[in-house]
């Protein structure tokens, strides 16, 4: 079965850069679009990345995704960490065989 | 603007089955695709299936094939989502998560879910 494999965690300083990553087994990841979501405490997720590496209107520029085919993994890339960037992440794609949505199990960002 | 309404959160006891609704509005409900997707406490999210609102064909994750039943009612615009067979492993936030066109357009909208505990 087609799945997605995130770190369970990640932390760094306010004004560095991460990357969260997102691994594809059983399928290329490139054979359909990534999603990357934000979850706060409480809240429902909300888009920060769809179609590998686009921003929805809103979403600062210091968030930025992409594709690499040669590990196949997607990647979350945030810049200039603030306290407001401590959420869950979660990457999101599609499997061709179930033809459902397949969910990494999410990253969870501390900024200390 | 696009709203999902949840019904209300539910108890249960091991072994019952529950049935958790969500009316659409803001948009054209037969138009896109619907999906369910849950949440344990402290867990990540998990894909349970969709409804094309329009013809009413499913599609489950395999994990919950013979145990959940999507169904819609166009007249009110409403998505329901039944559970059979409860485990404590079943308690979780349920939420309606609006697509797009096709099955694999990705999460558009997000409904705020309906809690269902299951305990003895």
């Known amino acids: 079965n087609f799945m997605l494999t995130q770190p369970h965690s990640v932390s760094e300083s306010p004004g560095k850069t991460i990357t969260i990553s997102c691994t594809a087994s059983?399928?290329?990841?490139?054979?359909?679009?990534v999603q990357w979501y934000q979850q706060r405490p409480g809240h429902t997720p909300t888009t920060v990345i769809y179609?590998?590496?686009?921003?929805p209107s809103g979403v600062p520029d210091r968030f930025s995704g992409s594709i690499d085919s040669s590990s196949n993994s997607a990647s979350l890339t945030i810049s200039g960490l603030s306290i407001e960037d401590e959420a869950d992440y979660y990457c999101?794609?599609?499997?061709?065989?179930?033809?459902?949505?397949?969910f990494g199990g999410g990253t969870r960002l501390t900024v200390l | 603007q696009v709203q999902l309404v949840h019904s209300g959160a539910e108890v249960k006891k091991p072994g019952a089955s529950v049935k958790v609704s969500c009316t659409a509005s803001?948009?054209?409900?037969?138009?896109?695709?619907m999906h369910w997707v849950r949440q344990a406490p402290g867990q990540g999210l998990e894909w349970m299936g969709w409804?094309?609102?329009?013809?009413?064909?499913?599609n489950y994750a395999e994990k919950f094939q013979g145990r959940v039943s999507m169904t819609r009612d166009t007249s009110t615009s409403t998505v329901s989502l039944e559970v059979n067979r409860l485990a404590s492993a079943d308690t979780a936030l349920y939420s309606c998560?609006?697509?797009?066109?096709?099955?694999?357009?990705?999460?558009?909208?997000w409904g705020q879910g309906t809690l269902v505990t299951v305990s003895s």
């Open positions: 409804i094309n609102p329009d013809s009413g064909g499913t």
């Open positions: 803001g948009y054209t409900f037969t138009e896109d695709y």
């Open positions: 998560v609006r697509g797009g066109l096709s099955a694999w357009y990705p999460p558009e909208f």
């Open positions: 059983s399928g290329r990841i490139a054979s359909n679009y």
């Open positions: 179609e590998d590496n686009l921003r």
């Open positions: 999101q794609s599609y499997d061709n065989n179930n033809q459902g949505w397949v």
